[in-house]
C-alpha cells in the first residue's frame, strides 16, 4: 500500500500483481506505506496487503474523505497468479521471513520448517476465501455491503504499457523503461501445475476476476 496527500491517491497492493515494483516506482510520491501485519500499530496502521474496507476504516477514523483519493490497484489472471502464490509459499520454507518483526519472523521460520511441503493441488485446494495473501479480488477491493471502494483496477499483463499514462493523470510522470518488465514467465510451465480438478477450483474460487476480466486458462500469461 501506498498513500499520497499531495498527490491524492491511494494505491492498494493486491498480491502477486508485480505490487513490490509499483511500490517502488510510487515510493518518491508517497506520504505513507504499508508495513508488513506484524508491525502494524498505532504509529503505522496501514499493512502493505491491507483491504480497500480495512484502508477505509482507518481514513475514517483520521477524518480523512476516502473518497477524495484516486484509489487503484492491480488485477492478474488467477490461474498464473495462483501458481505465483505457490512459490512464494514455498519460498517461505528457505527465506527469513522479511519484513516480520522479531518474534513473529521466528515463529514463521519454525511453522514452514515443521510443516510437510505441500504439493501444488494440496495448496491450490485449500485455498482460503478471507486469507490475506490469496483471497478474491472482489472480497479485496469492495465492503461488506458490496460497494466497490476502489476507482480503477489495472491490469498486470499491460502494466508496462498502461502504468505511466495513468499515473500521469495524477501528476507523476515515470518512463517506460523506469518499470520493470513483468508478466514473461513461459506460459507452458504455468499450465503444466493444473490437472483438471485444480483448474476447476481456480475457476470456481476467483469466478469474479475471471467473468469482469475476461481472464480464461487458455490465454493465461
Known sequence: ?????????VFLAYPRTASKSVRALLDPYSDIQGVHPTRTGRKHPFAQHMTAKEAKAIFDQNGWDWFSYRRFCFVRNPYT???????????????????FAPIPRIKALVKYRLERPKSFKEYVLTLEKHQGMTMPLYDFIHDDAGICLVDDVLKFEELTDELPGYLSQLGIQIRHEDIPMV????IREYKSFYDSETRGFVQSFYRYELDRFGYSFEDMN
Open 81 to 99: 497468479r495462483v501458481v505465483s502464490l505457490y512459490h512464494h509459499h514455498r519460498s517461505m520454507r528457505t527465506r527469513r521471513a522479511p519484513g
Open 1 to 9: 500500500m501506498r498513500i499520497s496527500h499531495g498527490y491524492h491517491f
Open 183 to 186: 508478466g514473461s514467465s513461459d
